[in-house]
C-alpha cells in the first residue's frame, strides 16, 4: 500500500530549527517527485518547496517558495526511503501544518511542481508551531 507519513514537527522558538521527514512505504520515495506544502489556519495551502525524482541524467534538483529560500532545505535519503526538511531561522508565520506529497509518476523527467493540484497522494501532515 502506498502512503506517505510526516513526522518531526513540533513547537519551537523564533529562530530555531526543526526536521522534517516525510516517509515512504509501498515504493521508493527518494525516485519520484515530491512536493513540501504547508497550510495555516485559515490559509490556503501554500507551496514550501519541491523536489525532482531521479533518472538517468538529472538528479533532485529541489526549488523553493521565495518565502523559505536560504531557510529551509529538501534532502534525500536513499537508505530509510526518506525525504527530510530542514527548517532553519523559523518565524512566527512559518506556523502551519506541513505536509508532504507526491505525484507517484517514475522517471517523470527533470523539474517538479509547485502546486497542490499536482499532486495526488499526500501524508497526514505535521504540525510546525513557532513561538514569538
Known amino acids: 500500500q502506498v502512503q506517505l507519513v510526516e513526522s518531526g514537527g513540533g513547537l519551537v522558538q523564533t529562530g530555531g530549527s526543526l526536521i522534517l521527514t516525510c516517509e515512504g512505504s509501498?515504493?521508493?520515495?527518494?525516485?519520484?517527485?515530491v512536493g513540501w506544502f504547508r497550510q495555516a489556519p485559515g490559509k490556503e495551502r501554500e507551496a514550501v518547496g519541491c523536489?525532482?525524482?531521479?533518472?538517468?541524467?538529472?538528479?533532485?534538483?529541489?526549488l523553493y517558495s521565495d518565502s523559505v529560500k536560504s531557510r529551509f532545505t529538501i534532502s534525500k535519503d536513499y537508505t530509510d526511503n526518506t525525504l527530510h526538511l530542514q527548517l532553519n531561522g523559523l518565524k512566527p508565520n512559518d506556523t502551519a501544518v506541513y505536509y508532504c506529497?507526491?505525484?507517484?509518476?517514475?522517471?517523470?523527467?527533470?523539474?517538479?511542481?509547485?502546486?497542490?493540484?499536482?499532486?495526488?497522494?499526500w501524508g497526514q501532515g505535521t504540525q510546525v508551531t513557532v513561538s514569538s
Open positions: 506529497s507526491t505525484d507517484l509518476v517514475l522517471n517523470a523527467g527533470p523539474g517538479c511542481y509547485m502546486a497542490p493540484r499536482k499532486y495526488d497522494r
Open positions: 509501498g515504493f521508493h520515495l527518494p525516485y519520484y517527485r
Open positions: 523536489i525532482d525524482g531521479d533518472g538517468r541524467e538529472y538528479r533532485g534538483v529541489p
